[in-house]
């Protein structure tokens, strides 16, 4: 969520036989660098995790319980 702004997408994998979908959702900010909300509903547990103040521009990794593991455009030191 971007102030009055909300998207919604789900992952689906394993579309047809011997394939695999991209597990990667993409989100349309546009001038906005900054997500208010992101709200991730993990299917086999309903629970809902919530991360605030997430920056643009980046691919993020979520584990269920763990959060957001790592950016994957972030430099390892």
Same mark, same amino acid.
Request: net charge positive; aromatic share 4%; charged share 20%.
């Given at each position: =969520?971007?102030?009055? #702004? +909300?998207? =919604?997408?789900?992952? #689906? +994998?394993? %579309?047809?036989? =011997? ?6 959702? #993409? @989100?349309?900010?546009? !001038?906005?660098? %900054? /997500?208010?909300?992101?709200? /991730? ?9 919530? @991360?605030?103040? &997430? ?13 957001? &593991? ?6 390892? !030191?």
């Amino acid at each position: =969520m971007t102030g009055k #702004h +909300s998207q =919604m997408d789900e992952v #689906h +994998s394993g %579309t047809s036989v =011997m394939s695999q979908s991209d597990l990667r959702l #993409h @989100f349309g900010l546009g !001038k906005t660098q %900054t /997500v208010d909300l992101l709200e /991730v509903k993990w299917p086999t547990t309903q629970k809902v995790e919530q @991360f605030k103040q &997430v920056k643009a521009n980046q691919i993020l990794t979520i584990r269920e319980g763990s959060g957001i &593991v790592a950016p994957a455009n972030s430099k390892s !030191k």
